[in-house]
């Protein structure tokens, strides 16, 4: 599992972290788990189709736990980017359920959607992971590669924060791509946060100094930084990286608190490549799936804490300034499975009236 929490520049730079204990204040529960289930059930219909409907469609072909059906069990997992190991862990796991039930019961259609759905969140895990900001200037920094939707990802980002009641700066650090800065200028003003920018082509890290300096000095809550995208040179991405850390660790001990890597979750396992190479070059913290709502790919979301040990804390479901929501595994793995159990309590019934 990744550090979490701040002060990894130094770790790289051979130096020691200070501590962070606090933990950020959770927001209203009941609200966000209604919020979030809404939206992942009337958003993730491809993902339902794949990962959940057409696997437990198996069992109503078949009528029966046997081999036959946990082979295509765990072909349909992969198909939907669960990835083979971790679809191979879930079928197994199924297996080896099945097998220790007593002679009396039997591994039904309500059996099998119960255990499937409760080992998809043992997987990804039944907390809803928090950002942790617990200090008077706090840094989040944004990595990932160009076209993830890191941009809005950022801008989004800084108006949940707003919307909580934290004032933000946005820092644009990703001075080399051609037209970045306006982009995320955009996106500033539709949050109403304050940007920090210099020409194209400045160095990101006085970018950085000028916005903690700026933040400082307006007694800001939150910077947000924006970096280059450039995985395909990774030495120069290391040193870009390495300088703005040095930045930061100077001017705000124990920062940053926290390192969020943005991934398009369309992707699928291609995503997660790009997270392993993330990984070598900084500690991350947590993991953004973004353009979630558009793709059947949504199984990556259970990929990401096994492969990766790092937990997913906000997911984007629309191209709205309110589509980022903090990922809540619990109500996730709910709406996955509704219209699946929605469908056989119909099955049921229309049976019984028959």
């Not at 059930?41 to 059906?69: C, H, N, P, W």
């Not at 980017?81 to 099945?98: C, F, N, P």
């Not at 989004?156 to 707003?162: G, Q, T």
């Not at 969020?260 to 995503?271: C, E, I, P, R, W």
């Amino acid at each position: 599992m990744s550090e979490q929490g701040g002060g990894w520049f130094r770790k790289i730079l051979g130096g020691k972290a200070p501590g962070t204990e606090a933990q950020a204040e959770k927001p209203a529960e009941e609200t966000v788990k209604k919020s979030f289930f809404a939206k992942v059930r009337d958003r993730l219909t491809k993902t339902k189709t794949t990962l959940i409907s057409q696997t437990l469609s198996i069992f109503r072909r078949r009528g029966k736990v046997d081999e036959a059906l946990l082979e295509e069990m765990e072909e349909c997992l992969i198909q939907a980017d669960v990835g083979v190991e971790t679809s191979i862990h879930l079928i197994d796991s199924i297996r080896q359920r099945a097998r220790k039930l007593p002679s009396s019961e039997e591994a039904d259609f309500e059996w099998l959607r119960k255990n499937f759905h409760d080992l998809i969140l043992e997987e990804i895990g039944a907390e809803p992971p928090q950002l942790h900001l617990p200090d008077p200037l706090n840094v989040i920094l944004i990595v990932g590669v160009n076209g993830t939707g890191k941009t809005t990802t950022i801008g989004k980002l800084a108006n949940r924060l707003r919307n909580e009641g934290r004032s933000v700066i946005i820092a644009a650090g990703d001075t080399f791509r051609a037209a970045a800065i306006d982009q995320i200028r955009i996106w500033a003003e539709r949050s109403g946060c304050e940007i920090i920018a210099g020409a194209d082509g400045a160095d990101p890290a006085s970018v950085v100094f000028n916005a903690i300096a700026g933040a400082r000095s307006r007694g800001v809550d939150v910077v947000i930084i924006d970096t280059a995208g450039r995985l395909h040179n990774k030495t120069n991405l290391m040193k870009e990286l390495e300088k703005i850390g040095r930045i930061i660790a100077r001017e705000i001990p124990g920062a940053p608190q926290e390192t969020l890597l943005v991934l398009d979750a369309s992707t699928g396992q291609n995503g997660l490549s790009q997270a392993k190479l993330f990984q070598e070059i900084v500690p991350l913290t947590g993991i953004v799936l973004t353009k979630l709502d558009g793709t059947a790919k949504g199984g990556v979301t259970i990929a990401v804490r096994k492969q990766l040990g790092i937990p997913v804390k906000y997911v984007g479901l629309g191209e709205g300034l309110e589509d980022l929501e903090p990922f809540d595994p619990g109500s996730f793995v709910d709406a996955l499975f509704v219209e699946a159990q929605e469908e056989e309590d119909s099955s049921s019934s229309t049976s019984s009236s028959a």
